[in-house]
């Protein structure tokens, strides 16, 4: 079992360039979501995808469009990079939500550390 | 608004206990959970609670007050690899987390 695995690892981008984060589980998870982390700062949810078929915006969806693409790929988009989209984004999955004992752990992969100049 | 306090850093010596502290105020809660993230790494899960007390795993347990909105993670037996950074979040009405700014916990020998 590979978890979860992104791709790429790093990036540079200039501004106004476009690219896409790719995200993969094997854990048949049907919730899958797209964070971005700034220095010394917690994890913010760009979007998500509760199920297959099924996105949602999060905190910071500005500057971003998303894929869900079966139900082990999510995809996070930047159509024209900007230097405030510099950060480290990791993609993250869980199984069903369950119960309020449920603890609905997420599961993260490795990270992709993105610069715009 | 939806937010989390929890202190910037927190030092502590090998082999003693330390308690990192996390205030919440958040418009639905349904949990509290733990992450800790190595420097480069990425987060990986330590402990929920949903009820109030205390849940012990290992050297590290979580305790949660819903009444206060408060909740904390205590690590005993610090070892040099508990070095990093810990993150509370509270599981919103959403399933969805809300993190807090993280703890950066500093060990020294």
């Known amino acids: 079992n590979a978890g979860v695995t992104q791709t790429p690892k790093f990036q540079v981008l200039k501004t106004g360039q476009s690219m896409t984060l790719q995200c993969a589980q094997d854990?048949?998870?049907?919730?899958m979501y797209w964070y971005r982390q700034d220095p010394g700062m917690g994890l913010r949810l760009i979007y998500y995808?509760?199920?297959?078929?099924?996105?949602d915006k999060g905190e910071v969806p500005n500057g971003y469009n998303v894929s869900r693409l079966n139900k082990r790929e999510f995809s996070l988009r930047l159509e024209s990079a900007a230097p405030s989209q510099t950060s480290v984004y990791f993609c993250?999955?869980?199984?069903?939500?369950?119960?309020?004992?449920?603890?609905?752990?997420?599961?993260f992969g490795p990270g992709t550390r993105l610069t715009v100049l | 608004g939806q937010s989390l306090e929890q202190p910037s850093e927190v030092t502590a010596v090998e082999g003693a206990i330390v308690q990192i502290n996390c205030t919440y105020q958040?418009?639905?809660?349904?949990?509290l959970s733990w992450y800790q993230q190595h420097d480069g790494g990425a987060p990986t899960f330590l402990s929920y609670?949903?009820l109030d007390g205390l849940e012990e795993t290992g050297r590290f347990s979580s305790f949660l007050s819903r009444s206060d909105s408060y909740g904390y993670l205590l690590l005993q037996e610090l070892q040099m690899k508990d070095s990093a950074s810990y993150f509370c979040?509270?599981?919103?009405?959403?399933?969805?987390?809300?993190w807090g700014a993280g703890t950066k916990l500093i060990i020294k020998p």
């Open positions: 993250a999955s869980s199984g069903l939500p369950g119960g309020l004992n449920s603890r609905n752990e997420q599961f």
């Open positions: 854990m048949n998870h049907n919730s």
């Open positions: 995808s509760a199920s297959e078929g099924t996105t």
């Open positions: 958040t418009s639905g809660f349904y949990g």
């Open positions: 609670n949903a």
């Open positions: 979040a509270v599981r919103d009405s959403n399933y969805q987390l809300i």
